[in-house]
């Protein structure tokens, strides 16, 4: 009943003032911040221009279609219909329509397609983790916030014990059996564990305040967090290489470096390509008009069918010497995927070391919380023991306090055993594919 109570009064004493509050879960924490985080939204526009991108490449197998038109005027010596000077002002106009097909280009449009619905995937895949980090990063902060309550709850609990300490040794004083000078002792306690509480108090208010800039929340002083309903402290059950094997699969991280294998080797096909010729096909219309003074002219647009030229021709092209750049290409691209597949060994090996040091921090904090568990309940009895000997007389405050501050130190280590496993227990799940609830 008592820490109950501690809690509520805790609860009042931190909150942000005068508006009611909203309790969020975890789940709905980490919501709020996928909902809200800048750099969640700029890789979304990354992953739009990706998008366009792609888009563009696959239009790259169609022609090219162009139109141009002149209009030129010339005054005083120009050349005529025969193509000879003579002192006249002219006018000419002319009208052009062009057209270029790529017909074999090495393989190289095919490539580039191909490459650029990689970086794409790349793109999404590089959005999940950002997500994931910010999840995570969401938890961490969760947990911090619980675990910075409970140590704020056992300081307030020291005053209220302290207090209890204080009526006790005023109705002691008045019986003559210990001195008066014991309760400026306690007095002073007293006043210790307040500037204790306080001290636990700002250090929750911080982390709140941490997890609320995480979240981006719009008004701060309407949030809080919901209290964990299950903190059992459960065995675990899965070993960090069957954890690692699952993640291994669904990790966007991994995901993406092994895309990005995939679009290093297109690149190496794509710098390839400029050994093979190329082949264009092209295509135009052209015509015009012309106009001279002092001279009967055609309508214009008996030119335009007089003076119409069609035009269809084949290129093609063979690369003979270019200086070596193609080979320097090739090799600098095969470079690229050497390095690339040396980034997804590393990105894996740092993914099952993640995997590890968690898991071995979660079964630290387990063994940990049990080992505090049975120091919580032999320092309550030593401090029920303390109680009814300074009650009695039997012993002095000191020793009241050395068995009251044993209890609060032993709390405060099963709170961090026990947060820190939760908060591990919550990362292994993550890795493990569940999602964090």
Not at 115 to 126: R, S, T, V, Y
Not at 425 to 434: N, P, Q, S, V
């Amino acid at each position: 009943m008592r820490i109950i109570l501690v809690y509520i009064t805790l609860g009042l004493l931190v909150s942000w003032p005068c508006k009611a509050q909203k309790k969020y879960t975890l789940q709905e924490c980490i919501e709020q911040a996928l909902r809200s985080n800048t750099d969640i939204k700029r890789q979304r526009v990354q992953v739009d221009k990706q998008a366009i991108e792609t888009e563009t490449q696959r239009f790259s197998r169609l022609p090219n279609l162009n139109a141009d038109a002149t209009q030129k005027f010339d005054f005083g010596r120009s050349l005529n219909r025969e193509n000879t000077f003579d002192d006249s002002n002219s006018q000419s106009s002319s009208f052009s329509l062009s057209m270029e097909l790529p017909i074999f280009t090495g393989f190289k449009i095919s490539n580039t397609i191909a490459q650029h619905k990689l970086e794409l995937k790349i793109a999404g895949e590089d959005l999940k983790k950002i997500q994931n980090d910010i999840s995570l990063q969401v938890a961490t902060a969760y947990y911090q916030v619980l675990l910075n309550k409970e140590i704020a709850a056992i300081a307030q609990m020291q005053i209220e014990l302290t207090r209890e300490q204080q009526d006790v040794t005023r109705i002691l004083v008045s019986h003559g059996k210990v001195a008066e000078s014991q309760i400026l002792d306690i007095e002073a306690q007293l006043a210790n564990d307040e500037l204790s509480a306080i001290k636990a108090k700002n250090t929750l208010r911080l982390s709140m305040v941490d997890l609320i800039q995480l979240l981006e929340i719009d008004q701060p002083e309407t949030f809080d967090v919901m209290q964990e309903d299950s903190e059992e402290i459960l065995p675990l059950l899965r070993k960090p290489e069957d954890i690692y094997l699952i993640s291994e699969q669904i990790m966007p991280q991994i995901k993406s470096v092994h895309l990005a294998i995939k679009s290093r080797q297109r690149s190496v096909q794509i710098a390839q390509s400029d050994y093979y010729p190329t082949l264009s096909l092209l295509g135009g219309l052209n015509s015009g008009y012309y106009h001279f003074s002092n001279t009967q002219n055609l309508s214009f647009n008996d030119q335009l069918k007089n003076n119409l030229q069609k035009t269809i021709y084949v290129t093609l092209r063979i690369p003979l010497f270019n200086r070596l750049s193609t080979r320097n290409n090739v090799r600098k691209a095969r470079k690229e995927l050497e390095d690339s597949r040396l980034i997804a060994e590393n990105t894996s090996k740092a993914l099952y070391k993640e995997i590890q040091k968690v898991w071995y921090d979660a079964l630290s904090a387990q063994e940990k919380y049990h080992s505090t568990a049975k120091a919580v309940v032999a320092n309550n009895e030593a401090l029920r023991y303390a109680k009814e000997k300074y009650a009695n007389g039997k012993s002095t405050v000191y020793e009241y306090n050395e068995a009251r501050m044993k209890l609060a130190n032993s709390q405060s280590e099963q709170a961090q055993a026990k947060y820190e496993y939760l908060l591990q227990r919550y990362l292994l799940a993550f890795y493990a594919g569940e999602p964090i609830r």
